[in-house]
């Protein structure tokens, strides 16, 4: 999705908000939550290295 606005504005199309922000927020909820995964799986080979 994010990659078709993208083209559009490379293109010469504009941005339109909605998808635009849309986009943005994705990308950060997304990149949050991986490191929150690799987090939580050192964390938790940690505490059964320590078992």
Known sequence: MGLTFLRN????????????VLMILLTIVG?????TGVLLHSIAGLLMHLK
């Open 9 to 20: 504005f490379y293109l010469g199309g504009s941005l339109e908000f909605g998808p635009t």
């Open 31 to 35: 990149v949050f939550m991986s490191f």
